[in-house]
């Protein structure tokens, strides 16, 4: 049971450049999200999803794109990097909104933008 | 939009209980969610109060109040590997039930 996989852990970007994170999940979750963390700032929502071929924008949506073609896959683009992307990056998938299930998380991709 | 607040950083002694308080404000609550994060790791799920009252979890206990806005979690016989973030995040029934995350409370645990 793998739970969240994201793939970089690590990542070192030239600014300008793109790229995506990927994340998979394999538990059958419906709702799946992408967070940022930076130091004093907490998690905040970039993009989220509610099930296949849904999306929608979070709190910090700009110079990011996703999809959700399928169940398991929620990659995060980035379009042209820069400094300010500088941060670690969460996937999240939860089964659904409203009960109380948590959200299970990745391990993380750690992203610097030079 | 929602706002929540929780102390930066908390200071306590292995062996005794400490309370990590959280306050919010948001239309349409939906539920409160309590996560630990270790330094470099991913949160994990703690806890989830939707009605009002105490919810016991071994060491851990999270408390709601609705009307007051507030929540905490109390965990006690601290050990050093409760060093650790705790986060708290609130659902609502706006923006498709995606939580929002507080600041996180950072918990030093010394001998």
């Known amino acids: 049971n793998a739970g969240v996989t994201q793939t970089p852990k690590f990542q070192v970007l030239k600014t300008g450049q793109s790229m995506t994170l990927q994340c998979a999940q394999d538990m059958n979750h419906e709702y799946m999200s992408w967070y940022r963390q930076d130091p004093g700032m907490g998690l905040r929502l970039i993009h989220y999803?509610?099930?296949?071929?849904?999306?929608d924008q979070g709190e910090v949506p700009n110079g990011y794109n996703v999809s959700r073609s399928t169940t398991e896959d929620f990659p995060l683009r980035l379009l042209s990097a820069a400094p300010s992307q500088t941060s670690v990056y969460f996937c999240a998938s939860s089964y659904s909104g409203r009960e109380n299930y948590g959200y299970t998380f990745g391990s993380g991709t750690r992203l610097t933008v030079v | 939009g929602q706002n929540i607040d929780q102390p930066t950083e908390m200071t306590a002694t292995e062996g005794a209980i400490v309370q990590i308080n959280c306050t919010y404000q948001t239309s349409g609550f939906n539920g409160l969610f309590w996560y630990q994060q270790h330094a470099g790791e991913a949160p994990t799920f703690l806890s989830y109060?939707?009605?009002?009252g105490l919810e016991e979890k071994g060491r851990f206990s999270s408390f709601l109040s609705r009307s007051k806005g507030y929540s905490y979690l109390l965990l006690k016989e601290l050990q050093m590997k409760d060093s650790a973030s705790y986060l708290c995040a609130v659902r609502s029934r706006g923006g498709s039930y995606i939580p929002t995350f507080g600041r996180g409370t950072s918990l030093i645990v010394h001998p």
């Open positions: 109060n939707v009605l009002d």
């Open positions: 999803s509610v099930g296949a071929g849904i999306t």
